[in-house]
């Protein structure tokens, strides 16, 4: 009588989800029950006349206590990944009500009133900077003449190069900075606010800034707002 015999090998994509595989198997693979019911239907029909050879069931059984060990750590891993993010989510609500600045290249309109962005110079510099809407359109472009080396705010009114007041919403801006003999000047943009909220998105912790979502590691300086 011809068996079909089982092979670790056949476990494919254990270790991208060893849970989901223990309860789901796609075809061409053998999870976790499916293996040991093939393993007792081999004992069940094996000749007794040519029993099954002791080293190839010794074999079998040590890739079932893999397999085993495979899902065991796949849960362990699963609950230490649920516990992580438990703690971030806890550590991320503190922010809340905190001003922060960090890394990015966005300030908010609101009211009519931009939001304060910064940028830091390696060197002193002739600067200007352009404003973009959310679709990429450029808006203004202002001309702040020569910088110190260090942090210079960007003194944009909320106004368009018209004059006219732009809409409420988030707004891009891109430094260009030229030492005295033409050279270009790096720069590092940042943007400040107020932290009002956390979310949880593809397993990270993102903090809102408004509607705008940073990452905790983008995070260069908290502060208490100053109250009135």
Same mark, same amino acid.
């Given at each position: 009588?011809?068996?079909?015999?089982?092979?670790?090998?056949?476990?494919?994509?254990?270790?991208?989800?060893?849970?989901?595989?223990?309860?789901?198997?796609?075809?061409?693979?053998?999870?976790?029950?499916?293996?040991?019911?093939?393993?007792?239907?081999?004992?069940?029909?094996?000749?007794?006349?040519?029993?099954?050879?002791?080293?190839?069931?010794?074999?079998?059984?040590?890739?079932?206590?893999?397999?085993?060990?495979?899902?065991?750590?796949?849960?362990?891993?699963?609950?230490?990944?649920?516990?992580?993010?438990?703690?971030?989510?806890?550590?991320?609500?503190?922010?809340? +009500? /905190?001003? *922060?600045?960090?890394?990015?290249?966005?300030?908010? #309109? =609101?009211?009519?009133? %931009?939001?304060? $962005?910064?940028? !830091?110079?390696?060197?002193?510099?002739?600067?200007?900077?352009?404003?973009?809407?959310?679709?990429?359109?450029?808006?203004?472009?202002?001309?702040?003449?020569?910088?110190?080396?260090?942090?210079?705010?960007?003194?944009?009114?909320?106004?368009?190069?018209? +004059? /006219?007041? *732009?809409?409420?919403?988030?707004?891009?801006?891109? #430094? =260009?900075?030229?030492? %005295?003999?033409? $050279?270009?000047? !790096?720069?590092?943009?940042?943007?400040?606010?107020?932290?009002?909220?956390?979310?949880?998105?593809?397993?990270?912790?993102?903090?809102?800034?408004?509607?705008?979502?940073?990452?905790?590691?983008?995070?260069?300086?908290?502060?208490?707002?100053?109250?009135?």
């Amino acid at each position: 009588m011809t068996v079909q015999t089982a092979s670790l090998d056949q476990l494919g994509g254990l270790s991208s989800s060893a849970t989901s595989s223990q309860k789901t198997a796609s075809k061409g693979e053998l999870g976790r029950d499916q293996f040991l019911k093939l393993l007792i239907t081999q004992l069940k029909n094996q000749d007794p006349l040519n029993p099954m050879e002791s080293v190839e069931f010794t074999s079998q059984l040590a890739q079932f206590s893999s397999l085993e060990q495979l899902f065991s750590v796949g849960d362990n891993l699963d609950a230490i990944k649920t516990s992580l993010q438990l703690q971030e989510g806890d550590q991320m609500v503190q922010y809340i +009500g /905190k001003k *922060v600045v960090s890394k990015g290249d966005t300030m908010t #309109v =609101q009211g009519g009133v %931009a939001g304060p $962005a910064t940028f !830091s110079l390696d060197d002193d510099a002739e600067v200007w900077v352009s404003i973009y809407a959310a679709d990429g359109m450029p808006v203004r472009k202002l001309s702040m003449g020569w910088q110190k080396k260090g942090d210079c705010q960007v003194p944009w009114d909320g106004r368009d190069e018209s +004059g /006219k007041a *732009v809409t409420d919403g988030d707004y891009s801006f891109q #430094v =260009q900075a030229q030492s %005295a003999k033409g $050279a270009s000047v !790096s720069s590092q943009t940042y943007v400040t606010g107020e932290v009002t909220g956390v979310r949880h998105e593809n397993g990270k912790s993102l903090l809102l800034i408004g509607k705008r979502q940073i990452l905790p590691d983008s995070i260069i300086e908290i502060s208490q707002p100053a109250t009135l």
